[in-house]
């Protein structure tokens, strides 16, 4: 009988190189090219797990969740003070494909901080803007402006309550003057007011009451006649 023998194969010595430089599992710091690093975990040769990523080019830092090498899940977003040299956290909150998806917090410059929703990296859904001067709105939002229902409380005490469209007061809604103690009750358009009715509310309570009280509407039905105008005023849009 011929005796055979096995004949043995041997893979192409960029192959083997290749498949020994395959990341997988929890690694120490790995060094791009452009100078950015990571350390953390891995799976199949793509960042997937925990792990930080220090950007070179612009000192940025990410610390937390990854996904076939994509922010995913949860992490921290921080930026590099030079003139501080220290660390300056922009956004803390969920993160989904590599942008902000989901509940987050995200700090801007100016101080000014919204906390809430997130979709693909715009502010969308229920949060809560607090600016620089010291306004608040609460309510809705649709890429990244204020959509639907919302409130919004201005530094000096006044409040807005009402809806929302592309940015801009759109729809009934209610103005509430705590300054002088009345109420502005109508209809705004791309953030006029264009019909209404205003009336005294917590004047006992106003740190600056207006002189006299406003005199009381005569209308069997002010509801009525308020729809009435907002439908003619409608019709000339």
Not at 53 to 73: C, L, M, N, P, T
Not at 109 to 124: A, I, L, M
Not at 218 to 235: F, G, I, N, P, W
């Amino acid at each position: 009988m011929p005796n055979f023998k096995t004949a043995q194969i041997k893979q192409p010595r960029s192959e083997l190189l290749d498949s020994k430089s395959q990341k997988c599992g929890l690694r120490h710091t790995v060094f791009s090219v452009n100078g950015n690093e990571f350390t953390g975990e891995w799976k199949d040769n793509k960042k997937h797990g925990k792990g930080t990523q220090v950007w070179k080019k612009s000192g940025a830092i990410y610390d937390g969740e990854w996904k076939f090498g994509k922010r995913d899940g949860q992490g921290t977003y921080s930026v590099l003070l030079p003139e501080r040299k220290e660390y300056s956290r922009k956004y803390c909150g969920e993160w989904k494909n590599g942008k902000k998806h989901g509940y987050g917090m995200y700090f801007y410059n100016n101080s000014s901080v919204y906390e809430g929703e997130w979709s693909e990296d715009c502010r969308s859904g229920w949060g809560r803007m607090y600016y620089e001067s010291g306004d608040i709105y609460e309510g809705e939002w649709l890429k990244d402006k204020n959509h639907g229902k919302g409130i919004i409380r201005f530094a000096k005490g006044n409040r807005h309550e009402g809806t929302w469209q592309d940015g801009l007061r759109n729809g009934h809604g209610k103005f509430y003057y705590s300054d002088k103690g009345q109420l502005y009750e109508g209809f705004w358009v791309d953030g006029v007011a264009k019909s209404g009715t205003l009336s005294d509310f917590g004047r006992d309570e106003a740190p600056t009451p207006t002189k006299y009280l406003i005199p009381q509407v005569q209308l069997v039905d002010t509801q009525s006649v308020l729809r009435e105008a907002q439908a003619a005023y409608l019709k000339q849009c």
